[in-house]
């Protein structure tokens, strides 16, 4: 079976963003994706749970999306802005797929 390349990227942003992110995505031509809940971590700032109040909101989420490599630097710019002024990681790795037309 051929596998196609692409790109996975994943968004760990506070939950009030939702809605900015999922614009984005969709801004960038981006047609799929999954929303997580997150239950806690680590970071700069040491240990927190969802409980414990990260943020201004009620915690986290991770977006997730595959994309064609070649769309990768556009949703990157469409992102960028919306990350400068919250707290957020975006990671992107290389990943195989079925079904490219999809993506």
Not at 23 to 45: C, E, K, M, N, Q
Request: glycine content about 10%.
């Amino acid at each position: 079976m051929k596998m196609h390349e692409a790109k996975r990227v994943e968004i760990m942003i506070e939950a009030v963003m939702e809605s900015q992110i999922t614009r984005s995505l969709s801004a960038a031509g981006v047609t799929g994706f999954t929303i997580l809940p997150v239950l806690g971590g680590s970071g700069r700032s040491g240990q927190w749970t969802r409980e414990g109040g990260v943020g201004r909101a009620s915690g986290m989420i991770a977006v997730i999306c595959l994309i064609a490599p070649a769309r990768l630097d556009h949703l990157l710019e469409t992102l960028f802005p919306l990350l400068n002024d919250h707290i957020g990681v975006v990671s992107v790795t290389d990943t195989h797929i079925l079904r490219a037309e999809r993506f």
